[in-house]
């Protein structure tokens, strides 16, 4: 796994932990080495005179990105925020996207996953904005899969050739159809499972069970093996956790491995989309762009 992605690092040998640990997949195993190459990231930068730039596009009603705001303005760098209406026209919007085009010097935008279609299709039709998009997948991964995959290589699961089951609701279809077509590229053999059918019980003794549905969970209605590594995406996916505290403090002691929604996959997502924007801001990288992909924001986009 390690060379699919330049992240990936050689995380101290996990034998000491006790079983009970090791069924917990949580953020602080692989969260100190990220967040420290990312200050050392920042630094280079700095002396090197670059100002790394991001734009982050948040709806007014349910923001998401303020963790994610909080960490690239204590890491000193250049934070714009969009605050977009929910059921703004698909017009308005372009406009937006218009200005940001027109201007120089952006290095990354943030996109909330949860867009309305109306958005998503309005942003399909500016391709150079969206491959400034930070949740992009690079090499063919979104940062929620690669901090997933930092975690099973700190942890030795190697997730190829095993089944998953991925459970989602109609409002997470986008979310998991996405995250489906990552994971078949990992070799894993997987199934998309309604939360609201009686096909729940096809997760039965699968490997992984990735939860994105952003609804309460019945584990009876699961039928989860001990062998099972249950991934609560939650957060990761600015969506409301799955488990409930109760099923939290029984779930680790039933199944192989849990990455709980709050303190596992999200604190390491926000650090690999700052990573990605510290990579396109290289010069070397940014030598390679063409001049309309060197945008940077102007003044009416409030930067």
């Known amino acids: 796994m390690g060379g699919r992605n330049s992240l990936f690092m050689n995380v101290q040998d996990v034998d000491h932990m006790s079983p009970s640990q090791r069924r917990l997949w ?8 990220l967040l420290r190459r990312l200050v050392e990231s920042v630094k280079a930068s700095q002396v090197a005179g670059i100002r790394p730039r991001l734009v982050i596009f948040d709806y007014l009603d349910s923001p998401v990105a303020h963790q994610l705001r909080y960490l690239a303005q204590e890491l000193s760098i250049i934070v714009g925020v969009e605050a977009i209406e929910r059921y703004l026209p698909s017009s308005g919007l372009r406009d937006r996207f218009r200005l940001l085009e027109k201007s120089k010097g952006v290095h990354g935008i943030f996109f909330p996953c949860q867009m309305t279609a109306e958005h998503r299709t309005c942003l399909a039709a500016h391709p150079e904005l ?36 991925i459970l989602y609701s109609d409002e997470t279809w986008d979310c998991a159809e996405r995250l489906c077509a990552e994971l078949l590229k990992l070799e894993m053999r997987v199934q998309l499972v309604s939360v609201s059918a009686a096909s729940t019980r096809n997760s039965a003794g699968c490997d992984l069970l990735w939860l994105c549905q952003e609804t309460p969970v019945e584990l009876c209605n699961l039928h989860i093996s001990r062998e099972t590594v249950v991934i609560d995406s939650g957060r990761a996916f600015e969506l409301r956790p799955s488990l409930t505290l109760a099923q939290l403090r029984v779930l680790p002691h039933r199944v192989r491995a849990l990455c709980p929604a709050e303190g596992g996959l999200a604190p390491l997502v926000h650090l690999n989309r700052l990573h990605r924007l510290m990579a396109a801001a290289q010069p070397a990288k940014r030598a390679n762009l063409s001049k309309s992909q060197r945008w940077a924001p102007s003044r009416k986009a409030n930067l």
């Open 26 to 33: 949580h953020a602080d195993l692989v969260r100190p080495i």
């Open 130 to 165: 969206g491959r400034l998009n930070i949740d992009q997948g690079h090499n063919g991964f979104s940062p929620q899969v690669i901090s997933f995959l930092q975690l099973a290589a700190a942890h030795q699961w190697n997730p190829a050739q095993k089944s998953v089951a």
